[in-house]
């Protein structure tokens, strides 16, 4: 019977732990999360530009050391990476840098801007497809039909725009899942309301 009671609250304390700990871990992520906003809001993939263009992002984290951004023309078979700028500033949602396109030759581009982080992987986010136009006229959306149109005379070629492509960002590697941390919570909830049951049923065992 006392052995019987000492294994009851050994699997108790130890679900207790377990329930403690995946709160914390769940807690932890979304404030991991919350910590890093970097990013890069203009120009957009897809966009097209001219002269000096104005590059907004955010940088703002509290691992913060330093960010570089950089720009690759996309047939460059080298790949190679200029610098735009290198600074130790932390920006939120205002301009990262300025850049001159007016001596490239215009073509579709990528910037990338990488942000250096204290005792962790830098977080890197490139925007492709930034369609440079200083020499050549800038791409504009097929308009629709109307009735004025004349069925006489032949359609005008127009070019339609480009739209925007997806660019995959590198994982955080030490972020969370949601499925992972919602089934984690779900086993540590289970095994807590399974613990409680036995407790009861034990407990209604011994008064009998």
């Known amino acids: 019977m006392l052995n019987s ?13 377990l329930f403690i700990f995946l709160s914390q871990n769940f807690s932890g992520s979304a404030l991991q999360q919350a910590e890093y906003e970097i990013k890069l809001i203009s120009p957009i993939p897809g966009s097209a530009v001219q002269g000096l263009v104005e590059i907004v992002g955010t940088t703002k984290t509290d691992a913060f050391e330093d960010f570089d951004i950089s720009f690759s023309l996309i047939t460059d078979p080298s790949e190679t990476w200029f610098p735009i700028i290198h600074s130790q500033k932390i920006i939120d949602e205002d301009t990262l840098a300025e850049w001159d396109t007016s001596s490239l030759t215009d073509g579709s581009y990528a910037i990338r801007l990488i942000v250096n982080l204290t005792d962790q992987e830098p977080i890197i986010i490139i925007h492709e497809d930034i369609r440079v136009r200083n020499y050549s006229p800038i791409e504009t959306s097929t308009p629709e039909p109307t009735q004025a149109d004349s069925p006489d005379q032949p359609p005008t070629a127009t070019v339609t725009s480009i739209p925007p492509t997806a660019t995959n960002i590198p994982e955080n590697p030490a972020q969370i899942d949601k499925p992972e941390i919602n089934s984690a919570l779900t086993w540590g909830i289970t095994i807590t309301i399974l613990s409680l049951l036995l407790l009861g049923l034990y407990t209604s065992l011994k008064q009998r």
């Open 5 to 17: 009671m000492i294994a009851m609250n050994q699997l108790i304390l130890w679900s207790s732990f």
